[in-house]
């Protein structure tokens, strides 16, 4: 199985950038596509964006197209999302998972998550 711990999160504001790390423990991180995934308050969970297992792929949501990157560094087993130009909507706890499918994006392996606050 796969251990995920995410860190990073904090309060910034309106504007800013942030980079989230999802550290990863066993042996197979190599083999699995990764996403990123958000949850505000009252709302449900939100895709974020996902990367393959090369990394040479990636697709995001709607809302974060333009001022988030996902990346990853195999030989580190992490994966990071950078956010950049962060509004308040984007204030929710955003969690790493580790995806069966990168097509489908459904989450095999979870983290516990990491709470961002945007300010105004």
């Known amino acids: 199985q796969v251990q995920l711990v995410e860190s990073g999160g904090g309060l910034v504001q309106a504007g800013g950038s942030l980079r989230l790390s999802c550290a990863a423990s066993?042996?197979?991180?190599?083999?699995?596509?990764m996403g990123w995934f958000r949850q505000a308050p009252g709302k449900e969970r939100e895709f974020v964006g996902k990367i393959s297992w090369s990394g040479g792929t990636t697709y995001y949501g709607d809302s974060v197209k333009g001022r988030f990157i996902i990346s990853r560094d195999n030989a580190k087993n992490t994966v990071y999302l950078q956010m950049n130009s962060l509004k308040p909507e984007d204030t929710a706890v955003y969690y790493c998972?580790?995806?069966?499918?990168?097509?489908?994006?459904?989450?095999?392996?979870w983290g516990q998550g990491t709470q961002v606050t945007v300010s105004s």
């Open positions: 998972a580790a995806l069966d499918s990168y097509v489908i994006a459904q989450g095999r392996y």
């Open positions: 066993g042996r197979y991180f190599n083999n699995y596509a």
